[in-house]
Every structure is written in C-alpha cells, then in structure tokens.
C-alpha cells in the first residue's frame, strides 16, 4: 500500500511539472507572436497604412492584456498613439503615450523604445504649439539616446527625426538660423544611414530644407530639395511627401506660374485618405483658396475658402480643448509631483527633527554625568551656532548676488542690449514658462516687453531705452493687457510681479 501510494504521489508531482512546461511554452508562443504582430504593424505604419494601424494595435494590446505582456502593451499603445497623432487627435495621442509610458521595467531595459515614446510625446505638444513642452520632451529623448552605450539604426532614426521635429519648432517661432542649425544636425546623422533604411527621415529632411530656402526666396535650392524629397517617397504615402508638393506649389505662386501651382495642389490634395492629417490638408485648402483670388476666380476661392473654414474651425476648435485638456493634466502632473515633493519633505523633517530632538536628550545626559562632557557640549554649541552663522552669510551673500544680477539685467535694458532678455530668463528663469501657460502665443517681443515693465520701467523709459514713440509702447501696454485679459484698472507691473513670484 506504502508502495503505491508514493507512485501515485511521484506520478502527480510530474503531471504538474509537465503542465507548467506546457504553460509556459504555449506563453513563449503567445509573445512570439504579438512580436511578430508589432513589426507588422510598425511595417503598417511606414508604409502610410494608417487605419490598419488602429485595428492591428487593438489586437497587440488585447493579447498582451491576457498574457501580462509589457513589452506588447507599451508597443500597442505606442502605435495606437501614432495612429491618433497623424489623425490629429491629440488628446487620444497624449493619453495613450502616457499609458505607453507606464511600464517603467520594460522600458528601462528598451531605451530605443523609451526615446520614441518621449519623441511622439514632443510631437503631439509641438503640434499643440505648446512649444516649451515639445522642447522639454525632446530634450529627454536626446538624453535617453546618449544614455545608450552603443546606437542602433532605429535609435539614429529616432535622433534625426527629434532634430528634424526641432527645426520645425524654430521654424514655427521665426528663428530661420535655430531651424537651419536643426536642420544640419539632421542631415549629418543621416548621411551615415542606408536610403533602405531612412527613405522617411531623408525625405522629411528635404522638405524642412526645401522650407528653410523658400522663406530665404532661394527658389532654385528650395526646388531642388523639394523634388529630391518626392524622389524618396516615391510609390509611398507620407504626410511630408504631401507637404512636399504643397511646397512646390507655393514655390510657383511665387513664380507666379499659377498653372503648376494648381498641379501641385491638386496632387496634394489627392494624396489625402478621409481623416487624415487635417491640419494639412487645412493650410492646403487655403493655399488653394488664396490662388484662385489671385487669378480672380471669386466661386472657386469662395468654395475652396469655405472647405478650408470648416477644417479648420472643426481643427481650431478641438487642438483649443484639446490644449486646454493637455496643459490641465500636466499641471494635475505637476500639483502631484510637488505634492509628493512636501510630504517627503516632511518626512525629512520629522527624521531631523527627531534626531535632533535624540541628540539634545543626549547632550543633556552627558551633561549631567560628566563636567568634561559638559564642557564638550558647550564646544559643540559654540561650532553649531557658528555654522549657522556662516550659512547666514552665505545667504547674504547668494542674495548680493541675485541683486547683482538684477542690477546688470537692468542695464541691458536700459542699454537695449540683445542680450537683454537672454540674461533675464536666467536671472528669472520661471518668467516664460509662465507667460506662455496664460497665453502660449506669446512672440519673444512681447515676452521681452513684458519684462521691461516686470523690472519697473515706466512708459517713457521703455521709450527712451527701445527708441520707440511714447505712443507705440502705450499700444504694446494695451495689447499685453489685452493678450493676459487683466483690466484697466489694474496695475500691469504690480500684477505681473505677484503673478510671476508667486509659488
């Protein structure tokens, strides 16, 4: 009986180990497969495929749901990401990235993922025009991929596509030598990379250099740029192969060959699948719009002109709430951060606070036993309240020099030196970031404006200091009021002071 019994036993200790081997190679089969499924959809994705994207990445996420799958997750959320981003639904985008993001373990052992995800992230704030955001996101994916020992090609892709996204920006903010400066840096990671391999980022490449030339009116180099980016989209869908020929169409109208520019803007317009990239295909529909009146076609202009207007007003109106909805959770992001920033200050505190509370019921102990230990006590004392003294006079000193530097930022303004408002941020660094989450179209000059009142500068002095009329910077008063929406009663100074120093 004994004996049989411990067969039974033996017999079911290697059913059990049979089946968790069974498990765990039906799991490994499982992964195989949804890491086949997200190269095909990334395939999918380089290919211009946008709506089998979508369905392909709900599936991804769906079977790395049922597995725990990290890896499928983050991928499945990412690609859903891009699809929502090229549709310009920002919101969508910036929530899945978010969700993408969230599983820290996997992505601290896959950094070319990782950056990608920071990359996407910037490209949804940029598009926001939330440009310090975008910055700031692709700042940390440059810092991901230097973090990396040995770079891959994706992770190249990645680098290039982050300066070429930069370029953009600049080119947003009119700042042709930042852009051109991006731009360069672009080309020379490119050039080390296989046509196989980067037919995209060399394609958009040529169209951010095609843009630099044309703002430049440098129309022979802007032509041939623009025709070389459509040689590497050849037979494939891209939205920079789309503003490619709205390049060369408006590369015409500055020729004034009104024929070619209608070739092109027709070829573009066809390029475009329902949905698809409306901010696009919105500046398109004007650009359209804005040839026909040239060529006094009023019912032409007046029907492209109303296509444009409701792109756009239906764009217009979702990137606002869409705006408003981002700036509000990374400001949630923020509050929570801080949050967790007191409490642990707290924490650190109370451990101070304790110790130092163990270290004085010491003190005392010693004293009591011993006049010698007293006599030590009373050393410790003296150097504590010198080293107190000493961080005091460090404090004097910081603020000195926080007053210098005050003192020197009035002087390049009231020398009305370039460099002006450069040495103001760093004197008070927080003044833009604030300024652009009232109103994010702030213009540099009107930042600059502003921190002429913040420092104090009455209306004739800003005046006498810019060489400009009494009468214009009373008009730059009231647009800045206008743009911040504070009332006339109010006082501008007063109020950017308690705006801009306030926690």
């Keep these: 009986m004994g004996f049989k019994r411990d067969f039974c036993n033996l017999f079911l200790v290697l059913f059990i180990l049979e089946s968790l081997s069974l498990s765990g190679q039906n799991s490994n089969s499982q992964q195989r497969k949804i890491d086949q499924l997200i190269s095909r959809t990334n395939e999918l994705y380089l290919n211009g495929e946008t709506n089998q994207v979508f369905a392909s990445s709900k599936k991804i996420i769906n079977l790395s749901e049922q597995l725990k799958y990290d890896k499928g997750l983050s991928y499945g959320y990412y690609y859903l990401a891009a699809y929502f981003y090229d549709n310009a639904k920002f919101r969508e985008s910036v929530q899945n990235v978010k969700k993408a993001q969230q599983y820290t373990k996997y992505l601290a052992k896959d950094k070319t993922h990782s950056a990608k995800l920071s990359a996407l992230l910037g490209g949804n704030y940029l598009l926001l025009e939330l440009y310090t955001l975008s910055s700031e996101n692709y700042r940390k994916t440059i810092d991901i991929l230097e973090s ?10 990645t680098e290039s596509a982050t300066y070429s996204n930069l370029s953009y920006l600049f080119q947003n903010i009119n700042m042709p030598d930042s852009m051109y400066y991006y731009l360069k840096k672009e ?4 050039k080390k990379i296989k046509f ?18 044309l703002s430049k009116n440098k129309i022979d180099s802007a032509q041939y740029y623009y025709n070389k980016s459509l040689e590497f989209f050849n037979g494939k869908k891209h939205p920079c192969k789309i503003e490619s020929l709205i390049g060369l169409g408006n590369l015409y109208i500055h020729q004034k060959d009104y024929e070619k520019s209608h070739q092109y803007y027709d070829c573009a317009l066809k390029s475009f699948e329902q949905n698809n990239f409306p901010d696009i ?23 492209y002109h109303d296509m444009y207007l409701k792109v756009h007003t239906e764009l217009d109106g979702r990137k606002k709430n869409e705006r ?33 509370i163990f270290i004085s019921a010491f003190i005392i102990y010693l004293l009591k036993k011993s006049k010698i230990r007293n006599h030590k006590a009373l050393e410790m004392a003296k150097q504590l309240r010198s080293e107190k003294a000493v961080q005091e006079n460090e404090k004097v000193i910081v603020k000195l020099q926080v007053n210098e530097a005050f003192n020197e930022v009035r002087k390049l303004a009231k020398e009305n030196s370039s460099e002006f408002f450069t040495k103001f941020q760093e004197v008070c660094p927080h003044f833009t970031l604030k300024m652009l989450s009232i109103n994010p179209k702030f213009k540099v000059s009107e930042l600059t404006f502003a921190a002429y009142i913040y420092l104090g500068f009455n209306t004739k002095e800003i005046a006498d200091y810019t060489f400009k009329a009494v009468k214009t910077i009373e008009n730059n008063r ?23 120093d306030s926690e």
Aim: contains cysteine.
């Design 148 to 157: 990396k020992s040995q770079k891959n090609i994706t992770d190249s892709l």
């Design 187 to 190: 080309k020379k990671i490119l």
């Design 196 to 213: 196989k391999d980067a037919y995209i980022q060399k394609g958009c490449s040529c169209l951010g250099f095609g843009n630099y030339h």
């Design 281 to 303: 295909k919105s500046e398109l529909l004007k650009k359209i719009s804005e040839l026909h009146i040239s060529q006094g076609n009023a019912s032409e202009a007046k029907k």
């Design 324 to 356: 408003d909805f981002v700036l509000n959770e990374v400001m949630k992001e923020e509050k929570a951060k801080h949050q967790k920033e007191v409490r642990e200050s707290w924490k650190l505190t109370l451990i101070i606070s304790s110790l130092l």
């Design 478 to 500: 009231y647009n800045l009021r206008k743009k911040l929406e504070i009332s006339s009663e109010k006082d501008l100074r007063i109020w950017l002071r308690n705006y801009i």
